[in-house]
T-cell receptor, first 118, second 113 residues
Framework: GAVVSQHPSRVICKSGTSVKIECRSL??????MFWYRQFPKQSLMLMAT?????????EQGVEKDKFLINHASLTLSTLTVTSAHPEDSSFYIC??????????????FGPGTRLLVL | GQQLNQSPQSMFIQEGEDVSMNCTSS?????WLWYKQDPGEGPVLLIA?????ELTSNGRLTAQFGITRKDSFLNISASIPSDVGIYFC?????????????FGTGTRLQVTL
C-alpha cells in the first residue's frame, strides 16, 4: 500500500505560538490530502481537504485562519496551527488517496502528530 | 459532521473467539473501508470494499459491503492479543482523489488470554 508520513510525531508548545505539521506522500503523488483531528476516545473528524496548487476546502466549523493549509507540491501538505491554545491540543492525522496493489483507489493515513499546547 | 453508527462500541473477548462488528448509515455509500488504529498511531487500512454485496477477506478478517449500500460488517476469526485496538469503518460516496471519507464511531476491542 501507499505510504504517508508526518512530522513531527509529537510537539509541545506554549500558548500563543504557531505550530507547523508536515504530511508527505512517500511513494506516490497526491493532488489531494486530508487533515483530520481526533480527540481522546473519539473518532476522526475531517477538518479540511488540501488541494495541490489551490486553496484548501474547510469543513463547517473549522476556522481557516487558525488552521492554515498549504499544499505546495504533489507530495507535501502542511497544516499550521496559528496562535495555538490548550483547546487545540489533539491528535492531528493526515491522509491521501492512493492506489492499492490491486489498482483500486483507497485512502492511506499518516502516523499522526500529537500536539500539546501548554 | 456526520458519523456512521458502529456497534458494538466496545467488546471484551477471549483469545480464540470470533468477533463481529458492524457499521450502519442512513445514506448510501459507494465504498466502504475498515481501519484499525493502535494507541498513538494513525489508522491502518484492513479491507476495502467497492461493490454492493462484495465479501472480501484479508487473513483472519472478512468484511462485507451490504446490499443496500447502507451498511457493512467486519468479522475477525480466532482472535489473538494483537487484535486489540480500535476498529473504524469509513464510507465514501464518490470516487476520485478528492473524495472524502465519513468515519464510524469506532469499536474498541480488547482480547484477554
Amino acid at each position: 500500500g501507499a505510504v504517508v508520513s508526518q512530522h513531527p510525531s509529537r510537539v509541545i508548545c506554549k500558548s500563543g505560538t504557531s505550530v507547523k505539521i508536515e504530511c508527505r506522500s512517500l511513494d506516490f503523488q497526491a493532488t489531494t490530502m486530508f487533515w483530520y483531528r481526533q480527540f481522546p476516545k473519539q473518532s476522526l473528524m475531517l477538518m479540511a481537504t488540501s488541494n495541490e496548487g489551490s486553496k484548501a476546502t474547510y469543513e463547517q466549523g473549522v476556522e481557516k485562519d487558525k488552521f492554515l493549509i498549504n499544499h505546495a507540491s504533489l507530495t507535501l501538505s502542511t497544516l499550521t496551527v496559528t496562535s495555538a491554545h490548550p483547546e487545540d491540543s489533539s491528535f492531528y492525522i493526515c491522509s491521501a488517496n492512493g492506489f492499492s496493489g490491486t489498482g483500486l483507489e483507497t485512502q492511506y493515513f499518516g502516523p499522526g502528530t500529537r500536539l500539546l499546547v501548554l | 459532521g456526520q458519523q456512521l453508527n458502529q456497534s458494538p462500541q466496545s467488546m471484551f473477548i477471549q483469545e480464540g473467539e470470533d468477533v463481529s462488528m458492524n457499521c450502519t448509515s442512513s445514506s448510501i455509500f459507494n465504498t466502504w473501508l475498515w481501519y484499525k488504529q493502535d494507541p498513538g498511531e494513525g489508522p491502518v487500512l484492513l479491507i476495502a470494499l467497492y461493490k454492493a454485496g462484495e465479501l472480501t477477506s484479508n487473513g483472519r478478517l472478512t468484511a462485507q459491503f451490504g446490499i443496500t449500500r447502507k451498511d457493512s460488517f467486519l468479522n475477525i476469526s480466532a482472535s489473538i492479543p494483537s487484535d486489540v485496538g480500535i476498529y473504524f469503518c469509513a464510507g465514501r460516496r464518490s470516487t476520485g482523489t478528492a473524495s472524502k471519507l465519513t468515519f464510524g464511531t469506532g469499536t474498541r476491542l480488547q482480547v484477554t488470554l
